[in-house]
């Protein structure tokens, strides 16, 4: 194991940041525009970008996501 526990708090909204990010980047990149020859480059740009803005926002939506999820499940 890499990683304690205790770090789960942390671990998780980060590699939910950075998936989500990665994928969503990708598909975004593809579908404005399609297949260039630079899109692997372009992709990379888009992902960094997104990237820097979902990670603080990670940290701030999942715990909110939590406590609904909590108040509405019995």
């Not at 942390?10 to 260039?36: D, E, R, V």
């Not at 960094?48 to 609904?68: C, D, N, T």
């Amino acid at each position: 194991m890499i990683f304690k526990k205790k770090h789960i708090k942390l671990l998780f909204p980060a590699l939910t940041a950075l998936l989500m990010s990665f994928i969503m980047s990708g598909f975004i990149t593809y579908l404005n525009l399609g297949l260039p020859s630079d899109y692997f480059f372009l992709w990379m740009t888009a992902w960094g970008k997104a990237f820097l803005v979902a990670l603080p926002v990670s940290f701030f939506v999942i715990p909110l996501v939590r406590k609904v999820i909590e108040k509405i499940t019995y």
